[in-house]
């Protein structure tokens, strides 16, 4: 009988976010009315170690922005894989400044922090090695809602689409991270940001602290002591997004995601509970209405009415969100990923708990 009450409470709970939370970022538009009427001095700062290849293929990009006053400042973090400039076609851009960083540490969060304390531009607009605009309208997308009282822009960075399960799940994953972020920013409640997309007015960000303890996390834990309702937006026009690579190894994955969640704990407390009742709910539904229909806590009919209501609204709201961040490939194969975000849930809480050390 415990377990019947707890399946449907856990269903209770996991649905109310989509149904209260998420479902508004179905409705959000973004708006011409807050574009600022000029390009100010926008610097895009990319903070990179030992990614000779991807930083290659990057700047270029980069300097292909429609922004009519920016540069691109590539900080090289103590690279030991023989990144030079000098001779490259990007080191003949008025645009670009490559720098190196003075400090070498742990993590990317000295050589950032360095970089945008040093920048003397209005705006600074942030992205990975890894990374590709998906337009040339990235940085002023971003930078043009950067004005006001709107000091941070929370910007979506999805996983390049590939073959595979473990790209679909990287996706879904990745999609569901921002649905989360990006619905609580909406409801005045931001905790966090991608640092492969986001922008911030610098005033905001110059000379802040990071918390060096820990290896990952600067963009979730400066957004999480630096937003609050009034000074953090959002930007989802498909022009804005900045896809990232995909890790090819479940193992490389697994041991990105435990680096990732580390900063979890150092969330705001309402912010830890209401992520986690999410995650706890998810954890337990499935499990539970298994319990349920093989020991006879509940007839199968209505474990499987349950399972039926569950997945049909929760899914018909997934589906809208699906298109809403052009993830409409995944749509076919989004009650599958779910069934498997609970294992990778229930996985992440044990892996957590032997964080990698390294860069």
């Given at each position: 009988m415990l377990g019947s009450v707890l399946l449907i409470i856990a269903v209770i709970i996991n649905l109310s976010y989509w149904l209260c939370l998420y479902s508004r970022l179905i409705w959000y538009r973004e708006s011409t009315a807050e574009a600022h009427p000029a390009d100010q001095p926008l610097d895009i700062i990319v903070v990179y170690k030992n990614a000779k290849e991807q930083i290659s293929r990057l700047i270029p990009q980069l300097l292909q922005?429609?922004?009519?006053?920016?540069?691109?400042?590539?900080?090289?973090?103590?690279?030991?894989?023989?990144?030079?400039?000098d001779h490259s076609s990007a080191a003949e851009s008025p645009h670009f400044i490559p720098q190196k960083a003075t400090v070498d540490s742990p993590g990317k969060k000295a050589a950032l922090q360095e970089a945008i304390d040093n920048s003397r531009a209005d705006i600074v607009l942030l992205t990975d090695a890894d990374c590709r605009p998906a337009s040339q309208h990235w940085a002023k997308l971003m930078a043009v809602k950067a004005h006001g009282q709107h000091q941070m822009v929370l910007g979506y960075s999805p996983v390049t689409p590939g073959p595979g399960w473990l790209n679909a799940f990287s996706r879904y994953e990745t999609w569901l991270t921002a649905v989360q972020y990006l619905s609580y920013a909406l409801a005045g409640m931001p905790y966090m940001g991608v640092g492969r997309n986001i922008c911030y007015q610098r005033s905001l960000v110059a000379g802040y602290q990071h918390d060096m303890t820990i290896q990952s996390g600067d963009d979730d834990l400066l957004v999480s002591a630096l937003a609050h309702p009034d000074n953090a937006t959002i930007c989802i026009d498909p022009d804005s997004f900045v896809y990232t690579d995909a890790q090819l190894s479940l193992r490389a994955y697994s041991s990105q995601k435990a680096r990732h969640m580390t900063t979890a704990p150092k969330y705001r407390w309402h912010h830890q509970i209401l992520l986690s009742a999410f995650a706890g709910s998810q954890m337990l539904i499935y499990p539970?209405?298994?319990?349920?229909?093989?020991?006879?806590n509940m007839s199968l009919m209505t474990t499987l009415l349950i399972l039926i209501i569950y997945a049909g609204i929760k899914m018909t709201i997934s589906n809208f969100l699906l298109k809403k961040l052009k993830e409409e490939a995944l749509i076919i194969w989004a009650p599958l990923l779910d069934i498997l975000l609970t294992a990778y849930y229930i996985m992440m809480s044990i892996r957590i708990l032997v964080p990698k050390k390294g860069w």
């Amino acid at each position: 009988m415990l377990g019947s009450v707890l399946l449907i409470i856990a269903v209770i709970i996991n649905l109310s976010y989509w149904l209260c939370l998420y479902s508004r970022l179905i409705w959000y538009r973004e708006s011409t009315a807050e574009a600022h009427p000029a390009d100010q001095p926008l610097d895009i700062i990319v903070v990179y170690k030992n990614a000779k290849e991807q930083i290659s293929r990057l700047i270029p990009q980069l300097l292909q922005q429609r922004h009519s006053h920016y540069q691109v400042v590539a900080v090289d973090d103590h690279s030991t894989d023989g990144v030079k400039w000098d001779h490259s076609s990007a080191a003949e851009s008025p645009h670009f400044i490559p720098q190196k960083a003075t400090v070498d540490s742990p993590g990317k969060k000295a050589a950032l922090q360095e970089a945008i304390d040093n920048s003397r531009a209005d705006i600074v607009l942030l992205t990975d090695a890894d990374c590709r605009p998906a337009s040339q309208h990235w940085a002023k997308l971003m930078a043009v809602k950067a004005h006001g009282q709107h000091q941070m822009v929370l910007g979506y960075s999805p996983v390049t689409p590939g073959p595979g399960w473990l790209n679909a799940f990287s996706r879904y994953e990745t999609w569901l991270t921002a649905v989360q972020y990006l619905s609580y920013a909406l409801a005045g409640m931001p905790y966090m940001g991608v640092g492969r997309n986001i922008c911030y007015q610098r005033s905001l960000v110059a000379g802040y602290q990071h918390d060096m303890t820990i290896q990952s996390g600067d963009d979730d834990l400066l957004v999480s002591a630096l937003a609050h309702p009034d000074n953090a937006t959002i930007c989802i026009d498909p022009d804005s997004f900045v896809y990232t690579d995909a890790q090819l190894s479940l193992r490389a994955y697994s041991s990105q995601k435990a680096r990732h969640m580390t900063t979890a704990p150092k969330y705001r407390w309402h912010h830890q509970i209401l992520l986690s009742a999410f995650a706890g709910s998810q954890m337990l539904i499935y499990p539970l209405a298994a319990a349920a229909a093989i020991w006879g806590n509940m007839s199968l009919m209505t474990t499987l009415l349950i399972l039926i209501i569950y997945a049909g609204i929760k899914m018909t709201i997934s589906n809208f969100l699906l298109k809403k961040l052009k993830e409409e490939a995944l749509i076919i194969w989004a009650p599958l990923l779910d069934i498997l975000l609970t294992a990778y849930y229930i996985m992440m809480s044990i892996r957590i708990l032997v964080p990698k050390k390294g860069w």
